[in-house]
């Protein structure tokens, strides 16, 4: 009797101390359109309250993170926590027009969601077009308060992101892209925390302070070494044994959404939800303010 007292002691303070070190992370993201300066040129750009790239986010393993976003841009916005589980809360997780419909111009919608069974560091940013080029920023996950690091605790962290630049408004560059089916026009500059480097004009001298995210879209070409030795013997790619396609198939199908007036995808999206037998695996319902399209 005496053990098993003990067991269930033992078994409440680790529950206790548990939630003792979560806590709720709360934070509010005021999303506008703002003139910068970089290249020699001022150009207008779409951030989060006011800066490139937008705020630090820190929190601990177990956190519940709370981020209001007010859209005041002219834009439609989405924000993805970008390597975030969203365990049970997928409806935080931010693609637009697959997990939510975007939040409109003046419009608000507040993302929560906790941060379970992982650390490390990762980065939000928009999911709406080419946006994500100026709405971004990192995201760093602790150990929860007490656990040690997965690696020697460093003396000091300092996150770095690097990030692309063009001399033009993103969305114009997408839209053009889209429109001749060519390939977008190459980024003017590759950035660290929003600034260009010293080797692009009207950049000398910038203070920069210098974990790394990145948000350039980048376009990798392949790569010849001559003369070094492989210990790979070139083979050729193996063809199926037959064609399981021998025919083309025309049909038509409705697929209904899930959640009706959230997801009005159509055609475009089907979802498959597997619930689990209890309430604690199960997918909550969406959230009453998620944005309707």
């Avoid at 053990?3 to 269930?8: D, G, P, S």
């Avoid at 906790?114 to 928009?126: D, R």
């Avoid at 080419?130 to 000091?156: E, N």
């Amino acid at each position: 009797m005496l053990r098993l007292l003990f067991c269930l002691a033992c078994a409440l303070i680790l529950v206790a101390s548990s939630v003792a070190s979560a806590a709720i992370v709360e934070h509010s993201f005021h999303v506008k359109n703002l003139t910068v300066r970089r290249l020699c040129s001022e150009q207008v750009i779409t951030a989060v309250n006011g800066s490139l790239p937008g705020p630090t986010l820190r929190v601990r393993e177990g956190d519940t993170l709370v981020v209001h976003v007010f859209n005041k841009s002219p834009y439609n916005m989405t924000l993805h926590w970008h390597g975030v589980f969203q365990l049970l809360s997928a409806w935080a997780d931010g693609p637009g027009m697959i997990t939510q419909c975007p939040i409109p111009p003046g419009g608000k919608y507040t993302y929560k969601f906790k941060l379970l069974k992982q650390e490390g560091t990762l980065w939000w940013h928009a999911h709406v077009g080419w946006l994500r080029a100026t709405v971004y920023g990192a995201l760093i996950i602790r150990p929860r308060s007490g656990h040690p690091y997965p690696f020697p605790k460093p003396d000091k962290e300092v996150p770095i992101l690097l990030g692309e630049w063009w001399n033009a408004n993103v969305v114009d560059v997408e839209t053009q892209a889209l429109a001749t089916g060519a390939q977008p026009n190459n980024s003017d500059a590759f950035t660290i925390n929003g600034l260009p480097g010293d080797l692009y004009p009207c950049s000398q001298n910038s203070k920069q302070s210098y974990v790394i995210i990145s948000s350039v879209i980048m376009d990798i070409r392949d790569m010849n070494i001559i003369g070094a030795p492989t210990t790979a013997s070139p083979i050729m790619p193996l063809m199926p044994a037959f064609n399981d396609t021998p025919t083309a198939h025309k049909f038509f199908t409705t697929i209904t959404g899930l959640a009706d007036v959230h997801l009005p995808l159509g055609l475009a999206t089907a979802f498959v939800v597997e619930n689990g037998p209890t309430k604690e695996s199960t997918l909550p319902p969406p959230p009453p303010d998620l944005p309707r399209c």
